[in-house]
């Protein structure tokens, strides 16, 4: 946590459709000055799953459709073939991240780095991820967790859904049948139970602290205050947690 006050690197997880993107789209548009005080977040560089999977989605199309060849990702009803390939992912990310920090030194002066994604137990869960998260992220991160059940989730995901639109951050969704199977499950307060706090979890050699947002009454929808003061109470939690660690 470097000393001009803002998060290097936040995880930001949870169910599809929990609010992940739209608190995001709500922290672009607060100005930085703000940002900064009330959040503790800087300039923001989001690294998102998502449109790398569309796209493998995207290729597998071409390749079937346009070409006639094999399918390389997903098969026709976009089900990864292969399940280690959401590891793949995650490794990714971590790719992406460590190209930022290689070519600017000052990266983490005014910039804090946002990664988001779900997963279910179907395919790993959290606890398989965070196996294939870098050191790099690990060392620098805090945890926002959007707590939604499956119920809301699934809620959610018919709303945001715009068929004109599959590929959008905002307003893209997964087919119920494949939500039902691989996001009903989630494995969150099971690793909260495993390490035994509810400041931290240890991932490897890291603690690296949490802090839950609740949104089952859908504040991420609503926006304003609301919501303005639901994340200012997590993220201030989850600051507090992260300079007791540091301290300690």
Avoid: C
Wanted: cysteine-free.
């Amino acid at each position: 946590m470097p000393g001009n006050g803002l998060f290097e690197v936040l995880l930001l997880l949870g169910r599809p459709a929990a609010g992940k993107s739209e608190i995001l789209d709500f922290l672009r548009k607060v100005d930085r000055k703000t940002r900064l005080e009330k959040y503790h977040i800087g300039k923001l560089d989001v690294i998102d799953d998502f449109p790398m999977l569309w796209t493998w989605f995207e290729e597998d199309a071409i390749l079937s459709e346009k070409f006639g060849k094999p399918r390389l990702h997903s098969d026709e009803k976009q089900y990864l073939e292969y399940p280690y390939l959401w590891n793949l992912l995650i490794e990714r990310i971590s790719l992406e991240y460590q190209k930022r920090i290689r070519d600017n030194n000052n990266y983490h002066q005014q910039t804090t780095t946002i990664v988001e994604y779900a997963r279910g137990t179907e395919h790993g869960g959290y606890r398989q991820a965070f196996e294939h998260i870098s050191d790099q992220i690990l060392s620098r991160a805090g945890i926002i967790y959007v707590q939604v059940s499956f119920e809301e989730s699934r809620r959610k995901n018919r709303k945001r859904f715009n068929p004109k639109k599959p590929d959008s951050i905002l307003e893209h969704a997964v087919d119920e049948k494949k939500l039902e199977t691989l996001y009903r499950y989630d494995d969150w307060q099971d690793l909260v139970m495993q390490y035994g706090s509810q400041d931290f979890l240890v991932i490897r050699d890291f603690k690296v602290p949490f802090a839950v947002i609740e949104n089952e009454d859908d504040v991420t929808s609503t926006g304003g205050s609301a919501l303005a003061s639901r994340l200012q109470e997590g993220l201030g939690k989850l600051w507090m947690i992260k300079q007791s660690l540091q301290d300690g």
